[in-house]
Nanobody, 113 residues
């Protein structure tokens, strides 16, 4: 399994970013995929999950601001982030639900004025 995250950057509070995750090495349609994040000095935490079909779930802290999606034809997972806050600053990772695959390098998101 290979996971490659991209799309992070520096953005002002209230701004937006779109993260991408390119996945390979497994049957994409069989897995619930998720985004996680890890802020400095904190444990990695769940952000959002998306099954092939079915219910999408978000962490309360991002509900209404973030949107997870997937393109099953391209083996891609996305995270659209709007109304960003300084507390969203973290390295963002994609993985399966449960985080059992080897973690990618992540993509840094910094929200600061």
């Amino acid at each position: 399994v290979q996971l490659v995250e991209s799309g992070g950057g520096l953005v002002q509070p209230g701004g937006s970013l779109r993260l991408s995750c390119a996945a390979s090495g497994f049957t994409f349609s069989m897995y619930v995929l998720a985004w996680y994040r890890q802020a400095p000095g904190k444990q990695r935490e769940f952000v959002a999950r998306i099954p092939y079909t079915g219910t999408i779930i978000y962490a309360d802290s991002v509900k209404g601001r973030f949107t997870i999606s997937r393109d099953n034809a391209k083996n891609m997972v996305y995270l659209e982030m709007n109304s960003l806050k300084p507390e969203d600053t973290a390295v963002y990772y994609c993985n399966n639900m449960g985080g059992t695959w080897k973690w990618g390098q992540g993509t840094q998101v910094t929200v600061s004025s």
